[in-house]
C-alpha cells in the first residue's frame, strides 16, 4: 500500500513544519511525516524549510546566522494566524514526540545551499539516541550528504530528491547505495514506477496535492506519496483502493 507522507506536517491546513503539524498529521492517522532540517548559528538541528525564516515567520535573517534561542522567539504560524504562537521546533523535540507515535519520519536535510558543518553527524545523532533508525528515511537534493549518511549509518535508509527526469536514475542510485527515489511528480509514470521497482528502489514522487494526482499515483503503486493534505489522501486512497 502507498504511504502518505503529511508533507512538513499537514502544511495545508496548519503552519509548515511546527508541531501543531505534525500532530495534525498523527491525528488523521497519516503513516509518515516529512521535515525539514538546518542548524541554527550554535549547533542546534532545527526544523525550518527556508534557508531564511523570511517566509514563514514574523522575523528576517538566515537561520544560519541566528542562535536557537533567538530562533525560538520567531512565530512561525505562517498564514494560519489563528493557531496563535508556533515556535520553530528542534529535531530534538519532534523525535522526542514521535518517539511515542508509529509514524515514519523522513527527514529532509536542507544543506544545497548552505554547506552546514556536521549536520549528518548531529542528524544520525539524535535519530540514534531515540532508537528511531528504523522509522527514519534520509533525503536530500544534495547527494553528496546522503552519501555521507550512508557511510555513517548504513542501517538507516536515505533516498534522492530530484527535479528533472534522470536517465536511467535507478543506477545512479546504487553507485551512492539509497534505496529510494523522491521525484518531482512531472517525471513520474507507470513504466517508470515499474522500472524502478525492477531495480529493487522505492519511489515516493513530491508534492501531490491534487485529488485526481493522487488517484493516479496510488493506481501506479508508488510507495509512497508527499501531501500537504494527508486527511485528503487518505480518503482518496481508501476510495482508489476500492475501485482497483
Not at 52 to 75: A, E, F, I, S
Request: net charge negative; hydrophobic share 40%.
Amino acid at each position: 500500500m502507498t504511504h502518505i507522507f503529511a508533507h512538513r506536517g499537514s502544511a495545508g491546513t496548519h503552519p509548515e513544519n511546527t508541531m501543531i503539524s505534525f500532530m495534525e498529521a498523527a491525528r488523521v492517522e497519516a503513516d509518515g511525516i516529512e521535515l525539514d532540517v538546518q542548524l541554527s548559528r550554535d549547533g542546534v538541528v532545527v526544523v525550518i524549510h527556508d534557508e531564511t525564516v523570511n517566509r514563514t515567520t514574523d522575523g528576517t535573517g538566515w537561520v544560519g546566522q541566528m542562535t536557537y534561542r533567538q530562533l525560538r522567539k520567531l512565530n512561525a504560524n505562517y498564514k494560519f494566524k489563528k493557531y496563535g504562537f508556533c515556535p520553530i521546533p528542534s529535531l530534538q523535540e519532534v523525535l522526542e514526540w514521535a518517539k511515542n507515535t508509529s509514524l515514519l519520519i523522513n527527514i529532509e536535510l536542507k544543506n544545497n545551499l548552505i554547506p552546514y558543518e556536521r549536520l549528518e553527524e548531529k542528524v544520525i545523532e539524535l535519530v540514534e539516541r531515540y532508537d528511531l533508525a528504523s522509522r527514519v528515511i534520509f533525503s536530500s537534493f544534495n547527494h553528496e550528504s546522503m552519501a555521507t549518511c550512508h557511510q555513517l549509518a548504513p542501517h538507516i535508509e536515505t533516498a534522492l530528491l530530484y527535479m528533472e527526469k534522470l536517465h536511467r536514475p535507478w543506477s545512479y542510485a546504487h553507485t551512492l547505495q539509497a534505496l529510494a527515489l523522491h521525484p518531482y511528480h512531472p517525471t513520474v509514470n507507470r513504466s517508470f514506477v515499474e522500472a524502478a521497482h525492477a531495480h529493487h528502489l522505492l519511489v515516493r514522487p513530491f508534492t501531490i496535492n491534487k485529488e485526481e494526482l493522487m488517484k493516479t499515483m496510488f493506481q501506479y503503486e508508488v510507495d509512497g506519496i508527499f501531501t500537504d493534505f494527508p486527511e485528503k489522501a487518505q480518503n482518496v486512497r481508501e476510495k482508489t483502493l476500492r475501485s482497483l
